[in-house]
């Protein structure tokens, strides 16, 4: 059955249901979406790499450091240690080690099967960089090669292959402190012509249990010009921070606690809890009370401002201790846990749910909560849209499932279009074409079972690329 | 592809597999069930529509206002507030503002596909009303003169319809005071050969937390004839009262609380409790714990009058306190949460679970309990029947995912047979059409894959739609 | 449609998709794994049969008592007493009884329906006793007489069917103070060339609320040589019985508690703690911690000694305490609960998870977890393995769920091989070809829609048969 060196060749049809006729009418649906633009609402590429477009280093920094979905199935089923594939990012990688980390992913190639990662990297190695040999032993250097060879050609320069992507808008993640200067510079660059946009990101600052709360806060009335020395201060700097984000372009703030709910503490109680806070002195439950009270307010200044609201709770951070202390956040052992929507954002529900600007998109990471909690409050309320498939949620299954769970309750017009919300820039295409193909397998089969006609799907599986981002968005 | 009144067209094989062969199964076995009565022994159709016989207004009072699915759908995607749909039932309505209201829900229908209200739409008004034009804007005037129309004929009187319909039971959901006059006046008319049976909902009298407790436990007992000054005499108020729905044909008691937890206290404990809550001076976790004693006792009284008990736990009710503020309960704010099953019927199940007269179907939002908890309940206790797809979980994806998570563990016959838990009295030959479907579909699937044979799944085809619902509600 | 004495056919495609071209895949690939030979690392199966390889007394006590999953079905569905069918496994039980038994399983046939209870006896009847006709009143005596007259001859003694099951190794679950002498005496015996691991379980030793655990411990001490006064000659009792059973053939250790859960204590609270439990007065919660801090323990002395651990949690073990006042544990009242595994872990894994003789597999019958926690840290950490499909997600449906799930996060390499989990001897060859059936029918779709080439998958196919296990099991 082995080959020495099999081809590689994308079939067309991929990802398409098995059945001819379901087939066929996935293929005509899937031919109105295939060429559209990209929509990136959420996302991790670096905004300097577009400010600065200098050539990328190397195939291994470039496709395999910065991406923790290769990183960990590396390390947890090839046994690879992560200090040997440049991890964490940044750090410094000789050419010698580059080589041999991109040896290390293209050996263990057997262990990726049936995972998006084999489907990104298909795609990306085929159709960015022309490669036509499948990763193995023996091909690790002759697809190395021709990649760190294209590398060095203008036209896979970060600006070259954004618009060879046909990326129609990209969303970074950015510190609240965040002068965005590259954001700045780049909107302001008349030679560029594409749409990069900052999100806020406050976690860490609605976080009273940190170590380094104190410092934070202080940070935060720096960049908003405000000495914060009590709670309405605080709320006063995220106003004006969130302000100065949207002026640069924001659309949304983005949000991961390790639970959704949200209460508002009395005004009292919540200065006396965030002076102990300031003081260093808070108890747990106390952090816990006042983070929950700051994220409700994040809600209140949403649907005053009008940014779009991301949360993203349910995650253990950093699972791995050992590997934290050595390599620091992101490097693959995140855990999902359950969590909780329904109770937990009723208090924010019941106040801003229907409220003129507010919009709400929820992800989730457990996927019982689709036609249980999210398709129900999606369906109700007018601000809540469910959080198409992203992390981990993001291949052909889960995708499929996630349509199969929330249609019914929510239909698709109160789905946020997909997000790749990824660091490795260049799999960006190909976890886009992941979801058109299996959102236009979902409709090829609801037509198929005659339950919408195939005009009705056609103006979904374009709405589902187009205008549901931009609804989501507000894009 | 927009064509301006495209036909509405219901194709013969809908919601049927896609596979040629597997379709043709499946169609051979819904030919043996196409044409079966309608058993439905749960829903909320008002007894006096049948009692009365009077015709109906017009076409939203009738399908659009109590119909919770598509009011929250038309205000969750389509922005619309509830008070133009009619919400709450029963309020004024003039014919200029149903008119509106109908022209609302066409506009919006794009809002509906893939979701079950379109194929229960569609197939209403083409089946029951003859339209033959897709909802739009361009026809809402058109469908909706057409049924309006129709609703001025003999034929589409509540009783025509219900012959119609060929439905062999229907059960309503009725207040434990409520004297059944409606029930008895309709069981005593000569002319109607139907069969309506009330069904005993006790959940407002066993949740002592609430502030009209003791008003409703003065109304329980004058309605049994008796002072209810201690829990005995609670007790024995609801053996009567329970006596008195089975006299008027009752065949079931339906429970829906916060939790499934069911367990007995010591008398003495019951009866401090209680008069407490009587006083008002009940703490919340006592309320709880005399809430959870009182269940247990329905579960008592059901094995002692064989009354069949439905439980159906888990829902955030009137989640949107601000709609519940304006308009009351019912108008789609209800959200479902995670409950638990295993560990809170041990008391009931260890106690009553295999006695002779007992029977419990569970009902849930929480998918996650079938395979996990439901079907190896089931599979284990003489009494106990999963509850199949009802109130959000009756939809086609949903139905398939029932049968799969639950076949392996409880077979098909300790499955109750389809629910329609509807207000919306013409969907009913269509959900109960969706489920006949669907659990045709499914059948053929195994006889496809050599799992079943063709007698054996067309003798349960049968069984899932006559025998079980007769079975599992000893009807 | 009924026919009177259907005959009993096994189709060669059996349980593979309907699709024509997915089924050839599926077909070719299935004709790779078909006779391959079966490890089976967890089941139940008495060593006794097999080292003293008497002949079976009769196709009930054979078949009929020891098998749960028909046991719950035929009391829960069929209103059988467990009593009539020779429950608890060692009654006395005459001829008639068990012929009887046999009857009342045969007339309750279509409460099988759908079951893999179905599949596992069609095939056992089939292709192990050469039954042609299926089950019924009608046919139950004529199957009953075919079996017993088959287990008369010698090539139907336990080690005859061993050899012909084409069983390659076969674990136990075994008492840690057991002296495994009839482990010892079949692995002496020349005249045997299988291979029967036993399997340390420990879990009532781990379990300090227990009426009997100063026994247990008495119990281990004895049969470790060790007086066991402090957790600390515990602890390295428990190393020695380890030693024991791994110098015995042993390759695991089996944990089964209500949760997950395992945190290390101070030793000098652990001291504490279990000087209480010795003297009969800790605390419920003291107890729990005191079993959390023992299981984390195991998970150190596999670090050790490198035997794998196996952690099932999350059961509610005889829910049906009258059954179990009656009959004893293990008649079919084990209800699964919902539990969770990305905290629980935690403090193991950040401690364990990476070491290079620890391997952890964990099974669960809880679904949920399956791509939300269980695939999230077998992809990460390098010894966890996903425990396949086993107890209640042994069946068709359940087995695909289980691949679509865990695939997309965690590949192949992760998972453990399938597990048979079973007291039914002859069920084994049914149980496995049920797995393999449906890993090809799963693989056999990727090919299909383009996710994998046929060559890759053939070697996934063939890999989760042979290494898989091995791997997993350090077989």
Redesign the interface.
Known sequence: ???SK?PLAL?P??????????RDITRELYGLVRDLPIISPHGHVPVEWLANDTPFDNPTTLLLTPDHYTN??L???G?VDLSELGVPVGSPISPDQARRAFRLLCENW???????VQ?WFESEFHDVFGVRVRPSAETADEIYDQIADALTKPEFRPRALYRRFNIEALATTDDPASDLADHAALAADPSWDGRVVPTFRPDAYLEPARADWAELTARLGEAAGIEIDSYASHFEAMRRRRQYFKDHGAVSTDHSHSDARCEPLEPKVAEELFAEALAGKISPEGATALRRHMVFDQAKLAAEDGLVMTLHPGV?RN?????FARFGADV???????V?F??AL?PM??EF??AENFQLVVFT????VY???LA???????G?YVGAPWW??D????IM?FR??V????????TSGFIDDTRAFCSIPARHDVARRVDCSFLG??V??????L??A???AVDLVVSQPKRAFKL
Chains 1, 2, 3 share one sequence.
């Open positions: 059955m082995s080959i099999p079939h049809d991929r990802l398409f249901p098995a059945d001819p006729k379901v960990r199935m390390h947890g089923a046994g057997r262990y990726f099967r049936g995972t998006p489907f253990v699972h791995d201790l050992e590997a693959g052992g995140d855990i999902p846990h359950a909780e329904s109770r009723q529900l019941t749910g229907n990471m457990d996927e019982t036609s249980r909690e129900p409050l999606a369906g109700y309320y007018r809540v981990f949620i291949e052909t299954d889960a499932r199969r769970s249609t019914g309750y929510a239909g698709f017009y109160k089969n609801l198929a079972e005659h339950r919408l006609t005009d009705e056609a103006e979904v």
